[in-house]
């Protein structure tokens, strides 16, 4: 009998323990994790905070009776990992065997690191934990500074305005989320939050966290303004959780490096997820999905290779629908304009490959209260950013994950006041009824 040990209950871990029961019903399953509350919808936790959804509404499987998928869950911190001796080490005094092992431990909040970064009142948005940390907190908050422009920066801007707390909002650029969204994009964000009240300091960051008795009282910014303050949200990126990997010899770069069929430069060692930086032989390039739906199918394909089944990953154009300061906003495929926060991080919720952009044509139209724009190369649509209105994402998906030649319509896109929106759903239904039907 098999034994398959996964390390990390989160969608990836989950999902892999999810197909390895389904296709062996009778092998021992193993998954730990040091979160207390194992397997829980991470996007959640943003409207979790804001008090849109209860708790109980993040635990979207486990309800008792719901699923069972007869997995042993161990509540333990994993120390080490022996590959050639395909043992792991527990911080309990426990050595497990394994014979295929599966690492998806996910990534981890970058931390602020400068004078006064001990302080009490520093909060963070990585799990449940922090996020019943915060809500604990908001009771005795009247003011806040949140540092970070992607979406974990905005999310934890919103739950605290949700609560009534008056929010400074701090961001290295010179508009939100510059790697993602253009200056039209960003704007339609930063209008929504100056609506709610929050005060948007562009080109700033935080020079020393100030502090009096142990806890927040204010930061100092890096043009020299004091903001008084009683808590420091942080939110400037996450890092692959690779320190495991490291350790036992496995290739790591920005994250753990896999081939396409999600397995390490060690045998019978697996990864996928947040900390999986995998390969893609049609482009030659290793990226890194921190986005929950690619975890989840990641999660699936692993757990298929663990059984000794050869299915290659074939990664698609990425794809996330997320609410932005109360702006419904889908992002498929390449958008930005360039790397992510830093050389070795990149923001959650986010996706290396919207930052990979060759020679492209870029397509804007809307009106104020949605947007929409096309990345257009010579045949093909490559990617889409759509703010407000939802009802063309659908048919831009499909025809950026499917690869539609686009060329006739293409002129047509490209001329001034063209309704895009319009043509390519006009476009896509045309598309659709000439396929062949299959019998």
Not at 293 to 307: C, S
Request: some cysteine.
């Amino acid at each position: 009998m098999t034994r398959y040990v996964i390390i990390g209950s989160g969608i990836t871990g989950f999902s892999a323990a999810q197909s390895l029961r389904g296709i062996d019903s009778q092998s021992e399953i193993l998954m730990i994790s040091e979160d207390p509350n194992g397997f829980y919808s991470r996007p959640g936790l943003a409207y979790y905070l804001t008090g849109e959804i209860p708790e109980k509404q993040l635990f979207l499987f486990c309800n008792k009776g719901r699923i069972n998928l007869d997995i042993r869950h161990i509540k333990a911190r994993v120390t080490s990992i022996d590959p050639a001796a395909h043992t792991i080490d527990l911080d309990s005094p426990a050595r497990l065997v394994y014979d295929r092992l599966l690492l998806a431990p996910g990534a981890s909040s970058v931390p602020l690191n400068v004078p006064g970064s001990n302080l009490q009142g520093i909060v963070k948005l990585d799990d449940l934990e922090d996020t019943r940390r915060i809500l604990s907190l908001v009771r005795h908050v009247k003011n806040a500074v949140v540092v970070g422009g992607g979406v974990v920066g905005i999310e934890l801007v919103e739950g605290l305005v949700a609560h009534g707390i008056k929010v400074h909002y701090l961001l290295r650029g010179d508009r939100f989320w510059p790697n993602v969204l253009g200056e039209v994009e960003a704007k339609l964000v930063e209008h929504h939050l100056t609506h709610d009240g929050v005060r948007i300091h562009h080109n700033t960051e935080v020079e020393q966290i100030l502090g009096r008795r142990g806890k927040v009282t204010g930061v100092r910014t890096s043009d020299g303004i004091i903001l008084s303050c009683d808590l420091v949200a942080v939110g400037i990126g996450v890092k692959a959780r690779m320190e495991l990997a490291q350790a036992a010899g496995l290739k790591t770069d920005r994250g753990i490096l896999v081939d396409e069929f999600l397995e390490s430069s060690v045998p019978d060692v697996f990864a996928a997820g947040d900390a999986a930086q995998i390969f893609d032989p049609l482009t030659g390039n290793s990226s890194i999905d921190n986005l929950w739906f690619p975890g989840r199918k990641q999660g699936g394909m692993a757990a298929n290779n663990m059984t000794g089944r050869k299915l290659a990953y074939k990664k698609t154009a990425a794809m996330n629908v997320l609410r932005l300061a109360g702006v419904m906003t889908t992002i498929i495929g390449a958008v930005g304009t360039g790397r992510d926060e830093g050389p070795t991080y990149t923001m959650r919720g986010s996706s290396e490959s919207w930052l990979q952009l060759p020679n492209t044509i870029a397509m804007e139209s809307g009106t104020s209260d949605s947007h929409l724009r096309l990345i257009v190369s010579d045949k093909f649509l490559l990617g889409a950013l759509i703010m407000g209105d939802q009802q063309i994402s659908k048919p831009l998906c499909d025809l950026i994950r499917a690869r539609v030649d686009i060329s006739s319509i293409r002129n047509n896109l490209l001329q001034s006041g063209s309704r895009l929106g319009t043509a390519l759903a006009d476009f896509w239904t045309k598309n659709k009824q000439e396929q062949p039907r299959v019998s």
